[in-house]
């Protein structure tokens, strides 16, 4: 079994597609450890705001094939592949990390280079897995939070409830 962490996002319909794949992925993979859902400004474009979280699940799944099964699930959403890169998204899905591999799987990059890069990715990572160490830079996500630019990227938590429980970890790094 693998430990897993992924980023999700949506900008259309948002509160629907992140309930969507929530339950999409705890019908797949079981018991989800969830972040805080976070707002924060479309990044690359003009666009509407996204949601954004990060989960933490367990696979036994390799890379290729459960990269396979949340392009699935993005499709099932009605993500739309035909558009530049940076647009709006009803559903993204991207796998951070797989333990503590490093390199290039089924043509996914492990670990993301997002992490490191984004606000709303390095936040909830902190939250779900403060002490864990980023495979390559092998500082824990807390650090990474603590030393990273705060001012860069706006960001902010918002309500959000799933299967009657409101996600909240707000305060906990």
Known sequence: MSRVYLSLGSNIDRYRHITAA??????????????????????????????????GINTSLPVGELSAHLKQIEDNNGRNRQGPKFSPR???IDILTV???????????????EITKNAFVLLPMAELAPDTRH?????????????????????WPVAFEWRGEEI???GKV
């Open 22 to 55: 929530l339950d999409a992925l705890a019908s797949e993979f079981g018991a989800l450890d969830i972040s805080t859902v976070y707002e924060s400004e479309a990044v690359g474009f003009d666009g509407s705001n996204f949601l954004n979280l990060v989960v």
């Open 99 to 113: 333990d503590d591999f490093v390199g290039e799987e089924a043509g996914v990059e492990l670990p993301r280079d």
């Open 135 to 155: 495979p390559s830079l092998k500082r824990s996500y807390r650090e990474l939070w603590q030393d990273y630019d705060q001012s860069a990227q706006k960001l």
């Open 168 to 170: 909240s970890m707000v």
């Open 90 to 92: 009803t559903l993204d």
